[in-house]
């Protein structure tokens, strides 16, 4: 199935409570328009998740073509045999490689996840440490995947120049964090979602928070979920995100909150099943994480009048970004 053009598959059902996201266009914050940046501040200090127009660029164009096959590639990936995938399972005690469906807990009562992951780090497809093992259908699209890296990072880079601006803070703060030739945990993820019974769907990946900078997803079926900010995480309280065609869905993460001492927000989110009549089909979903650099100390940032200061006996000394994501995975996994 491509992002760009999938097969025919059945509507988003207009019964859902949905969750109102703005659509935003990345052409427009590339020339850095004043209207389009306020628009991507506002909605990041209010819920921090948003649609980001593609198909009017040509960086977006070139993204969506690499998308594309990445998707198709992930079809093939997902098909090989669970002996071979288990071969590249959790490889080095990080999310990297394979992850089987059950390996991950949606609830405190341990019940499993319902969702396979293939993971490729950023550092391993540029060269920044040694490649790591995978099996032939990846490893010979390791440029690909190389490829995808650098414009999901320079796309993040567009976001943080945005909302820097807005800030006030000084040019090139957030992109001196996240200097892709710096080691970091940034990685690309590919989620399959297989149809469920129909009479025990429920949760398929856990209710979190992502600990990076900027997550960029690419879906075509509905699934994800937002709780909105405030809200008790109590069932009714959730809302399904239509997916847009030419649009990738966008959240910050945990990090942007610990620069801006809380004005940024991270949302709360999961992915249920495919609803409606999605729900026979096989969902994939493509995730590009942006991260701090590993030695980036996490704490609130200094140089804005908007971002509120520390009281003297709450100061952070501040972890580094490679504890703090290892600390993280610790806690999922």
């Known amino acids: 199935m491509a992002f760009s053009s999938p097969a025919p598959f059945p509507d988003f059902p207009s019964n859902l409570p949905t969750i109102q996201l703005p659509t935003l266009s990345l052409s427009k914050l590339v020339a850095e328009d004043e209207d389009e940046t306020k628009r991507l501040f506002n909605t990041c200090i209010s819920t921090g998740v948003f649609l980001l127009e593609l198909q009017s660029s040509q960086e977006g164009l070139g993204l969506i073509k690499q998308v594309d096959d990445v998707f198709q590639l992930g079809e093939r990936i997902f098909e090989l045999g669970m002996e071979e995938k ?184 999961r992915v249920m099943y495919a609803p409606g009549e999605q729900a026979n089909l096989t969902r994939y979903s493509l995730a590009y994480f942006t991260r701090p650099e590993d030695q980036c100390l996490m704490k609130s940032l200094e140089g804005s009048a908007m971002i509120s200061k520390l009281n003297s006996e709450d100061e952070d000394v501040g972890v580094t970004a490679g504890e703090w994501v290892r600390t993280r995975i610790k806690q999922n996994f």
Not at 136 to 159: D, F, K, P, Q, W
Not at 167 to 190: K, V
Not at 232 to 258: F, S, T, Y
């Open 86 to 269: 288990l071969r590249h399972s959790m490889l080095n005690g990080t999310v990297l490689g394979y992850k089987g469906a059950g390996i991950g807990r949606i609830d405190a009562k341990g019940t499993p996840d319902r969702c396979e992951f293939w993971c490729m780090s950023k550092d391993d497809v540029l060269g920044i440490v040694p490649a790591l093992p995978a099996p032939e259908v990846v490893s010979g699209h390791r440029s690909l995947y190389a490829n995808l890296a650098r414009s999901c990072h320079s796309l993040s880079m567009t976001i943080l120049d945005c909302l820097e601006t807005q800030l006030g803070l000084s040019r090139g703060t957030f992109r001196a964090c996240h200097r892709i030739e710096q080691p970091s945990s940034d990685q690309s993820r590919q989620i399959c979602y297989l149809p469920q019974p129909e009479g025990d769907r429920r949760t398929s990946l856990v209710s979190h928070t992502d600990y990076g900078s900027v997550t960029i997803l690419f879906n075509i079926l509905g699934g994800l979920q937002v709780l909105p900010e405030g809200k008790a995480a109590e069932e009714e309280n959730w809302l399904w995100v239509r997916p847009r065609p030419g649009c990738a869905i966008i959240n910050l993460g945990d990090a942007m909150v610990k620069f801006t001492n809380g004005l940024l927000k991270s949302p709360m989110h």
